[in-house]
């Protein structure tokens, strides 16, 4: 009598009598997987790093992409091409950013107060930011401090300076808007480059701007270092090409250094009801020009009947400004 057994079954053993249920076929570096009824074998792969995948309740596969065989510590795993996944390495404090291809990219290791900060085209870095006017800025571990070193209402504000070198003209250029009600420049040593120069004063409109060069009227008068007054009637009437700031009884301002050039203060007020510069007085002081005892003080009042004047420009009559510094003020309203 012939009893069926796990030893003499039917072949292939069946998966209840710990079978197989199926006739597999061997394959080096195969996956041994089971389907609903069978156990079966997933060939194996001839590329190197490809990782087994899950099949969904269906047979198993193996990844398209391949992986790193090893990694290091912190190390990001990212596609470095088209189904090649490779090891990023990391970088102490920095932060991760891609390149104008793309490419992931750590900055570099960041310090107290550095940024992310964009750049068209290029990749992105890590840099400080930079303090503008009245602004200063404090930068300490995981923390910017800005603060606004802006006076307060009813003071001056420093706008502007401009500094000559052998300068056609200093110009401050759409310097004017309705943040202020009235304006100062301080003159510190402008020096004329030539003989018998004095020192002019245009307004200019426009964005340009476009600087006036007619209809300015104005009234002057020199004071020399004896104390006579040479009043000088200035112009008035259809008016002339620009303010005229010193005279020193027709002689110019001296060219020698040791001197100093010209020293003082413009004070330019807004016409009523606007933000534009309409009018000015201003206070100087200069050695006149080969007169060494001559030292003149010349005050001036200007104007001009124009409106929207936006820009301020300082020119000698003759000749460039060899050096010097001018510095624009506002006044802020009360």
């Known amino acids: 009598m012939i009893i069926n057994n796990a030893i003499n079954s039917p072949l292939p053993t069946s998966l209840a009598l710990g079978g197989t249920n199926a006739a597999l076929t061997a394959s080096n570096g195969g996956i041994f997987y089971s389907t609903a009824s069978a156990g079966a074998i997933l060939a194996g792969t001839a590329t190197a790093g490809q990782i087994l995948q899950s099949?969904?309740?269906?047979?198993?596969?193996?990844?398209?992409?391949?992986?790193?065989?090893?990694?290091?510590?912190?190390?990001?795993?990212?596609?470095?091409?088209?189904?090649?996944?490779?090891g990023l390495p990391t970088t102490s404090s920095a932060c991760l950013v891609t390149t104008s291809g793309g490419v992931p990219a750590w900055s570099?290791?960041?310090?107290?107060?550095q940024v992310i900060i964009g750049s068209t085209g290029s990749t992105p870095v890590a840099s400080t930011l930079t303090a503008g006017t009245n602004i200063t800025i404090t930068n300490g571990p995981g923390s910017i401090t800005?603060?606004?070193?802006?006076?307060?209402?009813?003071?001056?504000?420093?706008?502007?300076?401009?500094?000559?070198?052998?300068?056609?003209?200093?110009?401050?250029?759409?310097?004017?808007?309705?943040?202020?009600?009235?304006?100062?420049l301080i003159l510190i040593n402008l020096l004329p480059a030539s003989a018998?120069?004095?020192?002019?004063?245009r307004l200019g409109t426009g964005a340009g701007p476009s600087y006036i060069s007619s209809g300015y009227l104005y009234q002057l008068c020199d004071i020399n270092n004896n104390g006579t007054n040479l009043a000088y009637p200035g112009y008035?009437?259809?008016?002339f090409n620009q303010a005229l700031l010193t005279y020193a009884n027709g002689n110019?301002?001296?060219?020698?250094?040791?001197?100093?050039?010209?020293?003082?203060?413009?004070?330019?007020?807004v016409t009523s009801g606007s933000s534009a510069v309409g009018s000015g007085t201003s206070q100087m002081s200069y050695e006149s020009y080969n007169n060494t005892s001559f030292y003149a003080n010349t005050?001036?009042?200007?104007?001009?009947?124009?409106?929207?004047?936006?820009?301020?420009?300082?020119?000698?009559?003759?000749?460039?400004?060899?050096?010097?510094?001018?510095?624009?003020?506002?006044?802020?309203?009360?």
Not at 236 to 239: A, D, F, I, N, Q
Not at 261 to 266: F, L, R, T, W
Not at 313 to 331: D, P, R, V
């Open 236 to 239: 008035t009437g259809t008016g």
């Open 108 to 113: 570099s290791s960041m310090t107290n107060g």
């Open 299 to 334: 005050t001036c009042a200007f104007q001009h009947p124009a409106a929207n004047f936006t820009s301020v420009q300082l020119l000698m009559s003759t000749g460039n400004i060899a050096s010097g510094s001018a510095y624009l003020y506002g006044l802020l309203p009360s």
């Open 146 to 184: 800005i603060n606004s070193t802006a006076v307060g209402s009813g003071s001056f504000q420093w706008i502007a300076t401009q500094t000559a070198s052998s300068s056609a003209s200093l110009n401050f250029n759409s310097n004017f808007s309705s943040t202020y009600i009235a304006y100062r």
């Open 196 to 201: 018998n120069a004095n020192l002019w004063l």
């Open 55 to 86: 099949g969904a309740s269906s047979a198993p596969i193996w990844s398209t992409a391949t992986y790193p065989a090893t990694t290091t510590a912190n190390q990001l795993l990212y596609s470095s091409a088209n189904n090649v996944i490779s």
């Open 252 to 269: 110019g301002i001296s060219t020698s250094a040791t001197y100093g050039g010209v020293c003082g203060v413009i004070d330019l007020f």
